[in-house]
C-alpha cells in the first residue's frame, strides 16, 4: 500500500540555524499536504503543494513539491523557539497517509 | 462556532472493555478520518469515510470499528480485541477525501489499565 516516509525524526537545532524535513513516497501524489503539531497540541494545517515542482514560502518556510510528484521538502530559515514540534508531511491519493514526522527542538 | 469535537479529552478503562471515542463535526464536511499516535510513529490511519454510512479501513483497523450514520459523527469503538488500545487518538474531517486540508480534533488519549 501507499507508504510515505520523513526524514529525520528528530531534529536538534541552535535558534538562529536552518531546518529542512524531507518527505518521499512510494507512490505518486496527487498534492501533497504539511501539518505542525505543537507539543501536547494536535496538527494543524500549513500548506498544500499539487503542481509538479511547486514551491510555495510562507515567510521563513519554504515547500517544494518534487518533479515527480514523490517528494516534498520543509526548509524553515533562521529557527526560533517557536518553531517547535513536530513537522508532518502527508500524502494524498484518495485518503491522507501522515509520514513519521520531523521532531524539531529549538534552543535559543 | 466551527469546529471538529473529541471527547473526552483523556479516558481510562480497563482491559477487556470496549470503548467509544467520539467524535462530532459542524463543518459541513463530507470526509472524517481517525488517527492513531504513538511515540515515535506519527499518525497512523485507523478508518476513514468519505459520505454517510460508507467506510473504509485504514492500515491498522484490526481490533477498531466505526459507524457513520450522521454527516457530522464518526465515533471510534476500541474493542477487547485491539492487543495495544493505549494510544492518543485523533479524528478530522475535510471537505472532500484527500483533496483538501484536514482539520483535526483535540484528541483523546485513552489509556487501558
Known amino acids: 500500500g501507499q507508504q510515505v516516509m520523513q526524514i529525520p525524526q528528530y531534529q536538534h537545532v541552535q535558534e538562529g540555524e536552518d531546518f529542512t524535513t524531507y518527505c518521499n513516497s512510494s507512490t505518486t501524489l496527487s498534492n501533497i499536504q504539511w501539518y505542525k503539531q505543537r507539543p501536547g497540541g494536535h496538527p494543524v494545517f500549513l500548506i498544500q503543494l499539487v503542481k509538479s515542482g511547486e514551491v510555495k514560502k510562507q515567510k521563513r518556510l519554504t515547500f517544494q513539491f518534487g518533479e515527480a510528484k514523490k517528494n516534498s521538502s520543509l526548509h524553515i530559515t533562521a529557527t526560533q523557539t517557536t518553531d517547535v514540534g513536530t513537522y508532518f508531511c502527508a500524502g494524498a491519493e484518495g485518503k491522507l497517509i501522515f509520514g513519521q514526522g520531523t521532531e524539531l527542538s529549538v534552543k535559543p | 462556532d466551527g469546529g471538529i469535537t473529541q471527547s473526552p479529552k483523556y479516558l481510562f478503562r480497563k482491559e477487556g472493555q470496549n470503548v467509544t471515542l467520539s467524535c462530532e463535526q459542524n463543518l459541513n464536511h463530507d470526509a472524517m478520518y481517525w488517527y492513531r499516535q504513538d511515540p515515535g510513529q506519527g499518525l497512523r490511519l485507523i478508518y476513514y469515510s468519505q459520505i454517510v454510512n460508507d467506510f473504509q479501513k485504514g492500515d491498522i483497523a484490526e481490533g477498531y470499528s466505526v459507524s457513520r450514520e450522521k454527516k457530522e459523527s464518526f465515533p471510534l469503538t476500541v474493542t477487547s480485541a485491539q492487543k495495544n488500545p493505549t494510544a492518543f487518538y485523533l479524528c478530522?474531517?475535510?471537505?472532500?477525501?484527500?483533496?483538501?486540508?484536514?482539520?483535526f480534533g483535540q484528541g483523546t488519549r485513552l489509556t487501558v489499565v
Open positions: 478530522a474531517s475535510s471537505i472532500e477525501q484527500g483533496y483538501t486540508e484536514a482539520f
